[in-house]
């Protein structure tokens, strides 16, 4: 090819470098990169063979995100708290906190973490436009970290709540918060995985937890990851980071964790929990070995509470002397008709039931399957 270009390959040329520029540009100027792939084709694209049904897609993704926001970011408030420490002089020091939340009844219940609000004094919602009001905290659990609190207002916007459990790596999401006091701040990114397990700040274990890209920094705790739907299917909660603020690796509470106890939390004000009254740790295969057991996968009991709902029963611990095993403990091997592979499928299952639910268990002892009838009882708050 010499200096000189004919039409067609000016066009080509020109259309190739549009589009590359615009996709590499689209994460910072999304408007004005679909705008350019839009502007081209007429008459040129369909003459290169490039995918129009491709290109228009992206404009309705990129609307689609807008509708969304639209429709949901009334039902997103701004929550305030301040709680009251002694200093060393033990005179009351306010320490203020923030975060977000959203509306999940028109009568002024709101959704949120438990650490945006736990130990509070004063809790004061914002609501879009500037409105504020006091808040009163309903219900908290640092189990899931996740609260209740009420506003008394009225024909307020509630938000729709979807289904964690349909979710899967890939999906498109959106966060909306307030970080750093930035109100009504959107995010936009993917589901990266499902089913991580995050500690809470009070050592707690969050099983099924979604981790997104969507960046979530100070102040999006509590706040809604959205579908595209528009649907709320996770709880914006924590994030990794080296610096602080977001590196593309944010953790929210499934919608679903919060749809199992928030009546709970509104009528108790907490969520009861089944109760065995054990600690385990998983049965291994060279556990199995060194101890010559046939049970390869299970739940070793390794401490029974006394007079717990496993020791009334008749359940077993480890036995240990001078420091070491002299006596495994039961391997639970199925808990109210559920396999056990391990402590974590014994926790999760419990945790599903009422108390007062009588269970079967079946376990491994000295070599010998056995069952009980257990009654389980209510977990104490200091566990």
């Not at 906190?97 to 009568?107: H, K, L, M």
Request: aromatic residues 4%.
């Amino acid at each position: 090819m010499g200096l000189w270009m004919t039409e067609r390959e000016v066009k080509s040329r020109t259309i190739s470098y549009i589009i590359i520029t615009a996709i590499l540009a689209s994460t910072a100027t999304g408007i004005t990169s679909y705008t350019l792939q839009i502007a081209y084709i007429n008459g040129v694209v369909t003459d290169l063979g490039i995918n129009q049904t491709t290109i228009i897609a992206n404009v309705t993704q990129e609307e689609l995100v807008k509708q969304i926001v639209d429709n949901v970011q009334d039902s997103v408030v701004h929550i305030k708290s301040t709680k009251y420490i002694k200093d060393i002089f033990l005179r009351d020091v306010p320490v203020e906190g923030a975060g977000t939340g959203f509306v999940i009844s028109q009568d002024g219940y709101i959704a949120t973490n438990n650490h945006v609000v736990s130990g509070a004094n004063n809790v004061t919602v914002i609501l879009p436009g500037g409105r504020q009001y006091d808040a009163k905290i309903i219900g908290t659990d640092p189990v899931t970290d996740l609260a209740v609190v009420k506003i008394e207002g009225t024909s307020l916007s509630q938000i729709t709540l979807g289904d964690s459990d349909k979710l899967s790596p890939g999906q498109f999401v959106i966060a909306i918060g307030t970080p750093f006091n930035l109100e009504k701040s959107v995010t936009f990114g993917v589901v990266s995985a499902i089913n991580r397990t995050l500690e809470t700040e009070e050592g707690y274990e969050i099983e099924g937890v979604i981790q997104t890209d969507a960046a979530i920094n100070p102040g999006n705790s509590g706040g809604p990851l959205i579908d595209m739907q528009g649907r709320v299917v996770g709880i914006n909660t924590a994030i990794i980071s080296t610096t602080g603020g977001s590196q593309g690796i944010g953790f929210a509470i499934p919608i679903n964790t919060l749809d199992r106890i928030v009546e709970e939390l509104i009528e108790k004000g907490k969520v009861t929990r089944a109760w065995l009254g054990i600690t385990g740790t998983d049965m291994t295969e060279n556990m199995a070995k060194a101890f010559n057991v046939s049970q390869a996968t299970g739940a070793i009991v390794v401490t029974v509470v006394p007079d717990g709902p496993a020791d009334r029963a008749g359940l077993r611990g480890t036995v240990q002397k001078d420091g070491k095993i002299v006596q495994f403990g039961d391997v639970i091997v199925e808990i109210a008709g559920k396999n056990v592979k391990g402590i974590a499928d014994l926790v999760k299952t419990v945790e599903g039931l009422n108390s007062e639910t009588r269970v079967i268990v079946r376990f491994i002892r000295n070599g010998e399957r056995m069952q009980l009838p257990i009654l389980l009882g209510e977990r104490p708050e200091n566990l």
